[in-house]
Structure formats: structure tokens, C-alpha cells
């Protein structure tokens, strides 16, 4: 049994046999994080993995599918960090997966430099406005404006984080595009593979995936375009696939 509060709600985790703690007033996971949890390459085995701006603990919940390695989720929010703890809890991984309620920015001391193979974010897409422009549900600023982390942050903790030859993935807004390989380099994340999603054909870009390698090599793979709604507005059999695994 699981104890929720307020306007809680325990959901299904789209085909995995799993459950997770969502709120429509504090957070709930977007299709962004599934796709993310997907494009991120996984040691099948063994392996130390983290996820920054964690959530309700959808990346990781999605990853322990993919990997027998060790994930760690990293929230900045109790209560959504609490949300997190219960789902793990709820769906009996916590041999697996460890919620820690915290900074990003402290986790490299807290957890340790240079020791991780994976490293994955979805992080808060947009700059700090102004308190007027801003979501005025503070849950939902924090997750969307970068008032606890910036996009540096995020790329100098997830390097400070992995070993060399580790791999980090985020997903983010291709209007950031620019910003995102620049701190990559900055940080000695070199870009490796860059997909873009497009929410239909002939419209533009909405979303991006990105992964690096620490301390990689030069040579960006750009991958297929990944379509989200076909004509009928329904999802294409990739994002079906992706979603449901039909």
C-alpha cells in the first residue's frame, strides 16, 4: 500500500508493469522525460547511473527496465522528491534505485567525482523571468525556470560526475541548441548523437535529444527525425512503440 496526499493520484507507468505518484498540481511526467529515458544508452549489467532533476522519478523508474545498474535520482523539491521515494518504494526497487532529496550542484561532493557511467537530465528548459511572467504554482517554476540550476549547472555537474568515456544525455528545446553544445564542450561532454523531435511532419522542431561523451571524440551523429502525432493526430508507430511497445 501506498499513502497519497492531497490530489495525488497513483497512474500506471504507460507499458511497463509499474505504478508512479503523479499530481496534476505538483508534477506530473511529460512525454519529454519518456523519450529521454528511451534515447539514453544503458550498460545492460553492471553500472552507476544518475538522473538530475529527477522528478517524480519517471527517468529512473523507465531506466531499471533497460539496466540492472544502479540509478540514483537527484530532486531539488521535497515534495516531489517524496513522490519519487514513494514510487520506488511502491514498486519495490529500492534495492535498485536510491531518491536523494538535494542540489544538483552539490552532488559531486556528496556523491563522489569521476564515478559514473551514465548521467541523464531533463532539466528546467526555461531562463529565469521575471516573478510576473513566471507559473505562479511554484512546483511547476522551479521544474520549468532555472531558479535552482542553469543549463551550466547541469553540464558542468554531470561532467564532474562521470568517469571518462561516461556518457550523459539530456533533452531540452532546440532553441537552446547553440547553448547546450557550447557548455557541452565547455565541460568536456562532447556531442555524439543529436536527434530532433518534431511534434508533426512539416512542422518544426520542438524538442531535442542530445548525448555526449566525456572526453569523446569529434563526430556528431544526427539521427532520423522522430515524428510525435501522424495526420490523424494520433501517435506515429515509433512514438507508440516507444510509449506502449506496440
Known amino acids: ?11 500506471y507507468l504507460l507499458n ?11 508534477f506530473a ?6 523519450l529521454l529515458a528511451k534515447f539514453a544508452y544503458l550498460p545492460i549489467q553492471k553500472g552507476h547511473i544518475v538522473d ?14 533497460r539496466t540492472k545498474g544502479e540509478i540514483i535520482g537527484v530532486e531539488i523539491q521535497e515534495r516531489i522528491y517524496d513522490m519519487a521515494r514513494r514510487s520506488v518504494q511502491y514498486n519495490g526497487l529500492t534495492e535498485q534505485i536510491e531518491m536523494i532529496h538535494g542540489d544538483i550542484k552539490d552532488m559531486p561532493q556528496k556523491l563522489g567525482y569521476s564515478k559514473y557511467d551514465v548521467v541523464t537530465c531533463n532539466p528546467p528548459y526555461f531562463p529565469t523571468v521575471s516573478e510576473e511572467e513566471m507559473n505562479k504554482n511554484r512546483h511547476l517554476a522551479i521544474a520549468r525556470h532555472e531558479i535552482y540550476c ?7 555537474v554531470s561532467s564532474q560526475l562521470l568517469k571518462q568515456g561516461g556518457k550523459a544525455a539530456f533533452v531540452h528545446r532546440p532553441g537552446r541548441l547553440l547553448d547546450i553544445v557550447t557548455l557541452m564542450r565547455k565541460y568536456r561532454l562532447e556531442p555524439k548523437r543529436l536527434r530532433f523531435v518534431y511534434p508533426k511532419l512539416g512542422k518544426e522542431a520542438n524538442t531535442l535529444l542530445i548525448e555526449g561523451i566525456k572526453d569523446g571524440n569529434p563526430d556528431l551523429k544526427i539521427l532520423p527525425p522522430l515524428i510525435v ?3 490523424h493526430n494520433e501517435y506515429t508507430e515509433e512514438v507508440r512503440q516507444i510509449l506502449y511497445g506496440m
Not at 511526467?29 to 519518456?34: G, K, P, Q
Not at 538530475?52 to 527496465?65: D, F, Q, W
Request: aromatic share 4%; proline share 4%; charged share 25%.
Open 1 to 11: 500500500m501506498i499513502e497519497l496526499q492531497h490530489d495525488e493520484r497513483l497512474d
Open 16 to 26: 511497463e508493469d509499474m505504478r508512479i505518484v503523479q499530481s496534476p498540481s505538483v
Open 29 to 34: 511526467f511529460s512525454l519529454d522525460a519518456v
Open 52 to 65: 538530475l532533476c529527477t522528478g517524480n522519478g519517471v527517468i529512473p523508474l523507465l531506466l531499471s527496465k
Open 150 to 156: 542553469t543549463l551550466e549547472d547541469v553540464m558542468k
Open 229 to 231: 502525432y501522424n495526420d
